[in-house]
């Protein structure tokens, strides 16, 4: 029933895409470059009035070479041309000089990685612990790599951000496996190749990542220092990622017990969350209605108000009744920390051990870490005594 039902859910982000997403999305990457409808007409080589009816949604581009010729200008992620099924198709060509040789080769790559990192995801977050998807992704960085090292060409800015979705992929499963070093190191990989392609989203959430690896050794500093040096970056991102770099602080708020902090940010991640429409990217990136009011009702259990997050779950139960096996682990062991607290021993860790089980077979240390953590607490408080403590005890001692 779970799965047949997250499955309709995807089916449903997918063929509700906006009609006019891809005119929206010019429009977007042009205003971002400080560019009028007559500045990019005149680099296309189109009227005005012509870039205006696209952006309108008036008249459709038919001829795939109008999509290339304007992405290019613009710079549009690839990624993003394919949520709005625009991406780039294969095509037949043969190689009359050297650099079309690097072209075709490129191109034979780029396309089928895509697909590889975008399933990658899907996988990882349905189907619990799945080593070859992580071998994938490896081969697929060491192919593009040294494709990239020895040949250039038209493909070469696509193909680089095809790279950095599969080095950001890595750094997640890399972190979620605690490996901090080896996320580290993706997540480096990823902000060096923002960097060169001037890709704002790229490079903001890199950042972003790199700021939830230090919150989660501790070093709080650090991490809000990244998350505050963000902005000028996000003025040119688009507007989701704004809100994912404000729910990563208020995460590092509360987690270090800074309330009104958390309270500020959490906000203005739930404001953002409002007003932005699902899409392939969101879901990519986890950020929507119903992540932003977990991560709030986690941050209220992390500052030890549990009642308040205990308000909060029947509305994200409503909101998102399916839920693929890793997020169902992740959201079972939050509302179990919440009853736990409560006072609600019993039915808290009888989650938190469901929980555990869940996390345990999808290989996500980094959610059992978040029992121990739960459990450490509770040493601290008159309920270590509770006859369900020792249950829970025996159960992380089973997965270590």
Not at 157 to 164: E, I, S, Y
Not at 296 to 325: C, H, S, V
Not at 342 to 348: A, I, L, P
């Amino acid at each position: 029933m779970f799965e047949r039902g997250w499955t309709a859910l995807n089916k449903k982000y997918l063929m509700e895409i906006d009609g006019n997403a891809f005119g929206k999305l010019v429009k977007s990457f042009r205003e971002q470059r400080g560019w009028s409808q007559g500045e990019l007409a005149e680099r296309w080589g189109h009227t005005r009035e012509y870039v205006s009816l696209i952006e309108r949604g008036k008249r459709k581009l038919s001829k795939q070479e109008q999509v290339n010729r304007l992405a290019d200008l613009l710079e549009i992620p690839t990624e993003q041309l394919d949520a709005v099924g625009k991406g780039i198709p294969q095509r037949h060509v043969h190689a009359e000089k050297p650099a079309d040789a690097d072209d075709i080769l490129l191109q034979t790559l780029l396309e089928p990685s895509l697909a590889t990192v975008k399933l990658s995801w899907f996988l990882w977050l349905a189907d619990g612990e799945n080593i070859s998807i992580s071998d994938n992704l490896a081969n697929l960085i060491e192919r593009l790599d040294e494709a990239l090292t020895k040949h250039h060409g038209q493909f070469l800015k696509p193909a680089q951000k095809v790279l950095a979705c599969a080095h950001e992929m890595q750094g997640k499963i890399a972190f979620d496996q605690l490996r901090y070093t080896d996320a580290v190191g993706h997540f480096q990989e990823m902000l060096d190749l923002g960097t060169e392609l001037h890709d704002a989203n790229i490079l903001a959430l890199a950042q972003i990542h790199r700021a939830d690896v230090l919150r989660k050794r501790g070093r709080y500093e650090a991490s809000v220092r990244i998350l505050n040096s963000i902005p000028p970056i996000e003025d040119l991102a688009s507007r989701y990622i704004e809100g994912v770099r404000w729910q990563i602080l208020a995460r590092t708020h509360s987690g270090f017990g800074y309330e009104d902090a958390f309270l500020d940010a959490i906000d203005h991640a739930e404001e953002i969350a409002t007003n932005t429409k699902e899409t392939i990217d969101t879901q990519y990136n986890q950020f929507n209605l119903v992540e932003v009011l977990q991560e709030k009702a986690q941050g209220y259990t992390m500052l030890w108000q549990p009642e308040k997050a205990l308000n909060i779950y029947p509305r994200t139960d409503q909101l998102k009744p399916f839920r693929p096996l890793r997020e169902l682990g992740s959201y079972t062991i939050i509302k179990a920390q919440a009853h736990t607290y409560s006072g609600d021993v019993e039915k808290g860790i009888g989650l938190a051990i469901r929980g555990i089980e869940l996390a345990h077979s999808y290989g996500s240390q980094r959610h059992i870490s978040r029992v121990q953590v739960m459990y450490e607490r509770l040493q601290l408080t008159r309920l270590q005594k509770h006859p369900r403590v020792k249950d829970l005890k025996e159960a992380l001692r089973s997965v270590q």
